[in-house]
Every structure is written in C-alpha cells, then in structure tokens.
C-alpha cells in the first residue's frame, strides 16, 4: 500500500505543479507499478530499494525483451519518483540517480515526400458519408500538415481559438506551455469553411435541447472531441485511399512531414523548433539528417556516376 501511495501522490503532484499531460501520467503509473511489482517479488519496496536494486530491475527488463527506449523511460520514471521522494523528505537519497540510461538507437523519424500528402489532401475531400463529415476530414489533414501540431493538440483545440479568420494558432502544448503556430492560405479557407458548418451542426443540436461544444472538432466521445484512437483509424483508411502504404503513415507521420519539408525548403532549426514545440533544439536536429538521408537517396539513385557504378 505504501508504494501505491507514493505512486499516487507523485501523479498527483506531476500533474497539478508541472501540468503533466494524461498520456504521460498513464505512462508514468503503468511504469511504475511494474517497478513497484518487481521490488515486491523481491522483497522490497520503493523505500528500502537500493542502487543495485535498481539496476536489477532493468536487467529484468531487458531479460523480458523490453526495447532501449522502454527501458530507459521505466529508468526516467524511477528517477523522477526518487527525486520527488527525496524533496519530500520521504527518503535521504535518489538510488536511482546515477544508474546510467541504457543507449538509445537513434532512429530517423518515419515521413512521406510532398507528393503522397497531396494525395491524403485530395483523398480527404471525398472521405465522408456527408458533406459536413468530408470537410471536418479536409480540415484535419490541411490544419496538421501546416502547422505540425501534435494530434492530441489537433483533435483537442477549442474552437474560440480558431475564430476571426486567424493567420495563427494559440496551441496548447505539452506542460501546458503555450505556442504560435501559422496557418497556410489553404488551411485557413478550410478552416474558415468548417467553422460554418461546424456552428450550424452545433445549432441544430443544442436547439434539440443538447450542450454546445467548446472544441473545434466535436464528438460524443468522453473528452467531447474526436480521440486520437479515432484519428489513428482515420489516417489508416485515408492512406488505403490515397495509395499510401498504411504500414509507412501514423497520425505523427505528418507531424514529421510538416518539419522534414520546411527543412527541406530552407527553414531554419530554430523556428521549426518553436512551431513544433520542442524544449531541446536537439530533438529538432534529427530532422537534418531526414534530409540528409533523402539527398543521399537522391544522389545514389540519379547520379550518372552511381548509375554507372551500379
């Protein structure tokens, strides 16, 4: 019980002084009652855990297959606990502060080139059983290709912030931090177009006696917006539509493509690293070497000179 108690009270904290998203909070807690299991078999608990408990724990880990990343963010999750505990007065030391975070494959972020996402684009404008369905689904997909929002950020916008025709868009991101995020001309005629209809279908209901909507994309799903589990089935069915290979597109593919094509177009690290988001302007840097992938492709399969050596 006490383990179930510090469990619950770090949620606690995470979430109401650092805004923690839910996601992440589900994260921490799946993580941490597997490492608060694990002690317990042993005969441990959080508090009388040591380092070289800790460093068992991940040995575990990796003895049930668990990738690099998982391992490291089941480390993360002991050590911002620990860290908690420790200004809490809970216990006198972090144990698992200099157990050292498995290395990390870093892979290339998965995206598609222009050309497939005018075709998610077009295959979007027919994608729907009404008129008001198929504009909502152009919306989606222009609105997250221009500003590379996160699909929680998309699917959970209120619709004050899109009013008035604007040329940008007050996003609220992870931690709850805020950012600007411009609109291309196209997005803001679809947006502008699915405004209208969205008000009308929101009239129509609460004249029948139903609670209007704060989100631009309502639903009657529990958040009262469309979920990400629903955009994920969206994206899947759009990319059998637009002959793109669904296994190759995920609702962050996009997100990927957004940054990868700015680059690609002369936009700087710094300013796609605001408009994604991103605290570290090294998480924006993997972008580069999407490109620089993309060049070497490029020069492989056209050079007269590869083509010769091949």
Not at 13 to 39: F, H, I, M, P, V
Not at 118 to 137: H, Q, V
Request: proline share 4%; net charge positive.
């Amino acid at each position: 019980m006490r383990d179930a108690l510090w469990i619950s009270t770090f949620l606690e904290a995470q979430a109401a002084e650092l805004g923690a998203a839910r996601n992440t909070l589900l994260a921490y807690g799946r993580d941490l009652k597997d490492a608060a299991s694990w002690l317990k078999d042993q005969g441990h608990d959080f508090q009388s855990a040591t380092q070289m408990q800790v460093e068992a724990y991940l040995v575990y880990c990796d003895a049930q297959g668990l990738s690099k990343a998982t391992r490291a963010r089941r480390l993360s999750a002991l050590k911002q606990l620990y860290r908690f505990a420790f200004e809490e007065g809970w216990r006198t030391d972090n144990p698992a502060i200099q157990v050292p975070s498995p290395g990390l494959d870093r892979r290339l972020p998965k995206t598609v080139d222009f050309e497939a996402v005018e075709r998610l684009l077009a295959a979007a404008r027919d994608f729907g059983r009404t008129k008001a369905d198929r504009l909502r689904n152009t919306c989606l997909m222009e609105v997250l290709y221009a500003t590379g929002m996160r699909v929680t950020e998309l699917v959970s916008l209120p619709v004050s912030a899109a009013r008035g025709d604007p040329e940008m868009l007050l996003v609220q991101g992870k931690g709850g931090k805020e950012r600007l995020v411009p609109l291309s001309p196209s997005a803001r005629a679809t947006l502008a177009l699915w405004i209208k209809a969205r008000d009308v279908i929101e009239d129509e209901g609460t004249a029948k006696g139903g609670t209007a909507s704060r989100f631009l994309f309502p639903s009657r799903s529990k958040a009262g917006h469309l979920t990400r589990i629903w955009f994920y089935t969206f994206i899947k069915d759009l990319a059998v539509r637009a002959d793109v290979d669904p296994a190759k597109l995920t609702p962050h593919t996009l997100r990927h493509a957004f940054a990868t094509h700015l680059l690609a177009g002369g936009a700087d690290l710094r300013s796609i690293q605001s408009m994604l988001g991103h605290a570290d302007v090294a998480t924006t840097e993997i972008y580069t070497h999407v490109v620089d992938a993309q060049l070497t492709e490029l020069v492989l399969e056209h050079h007269p000179l590869a083509k010769k050596a091949k």
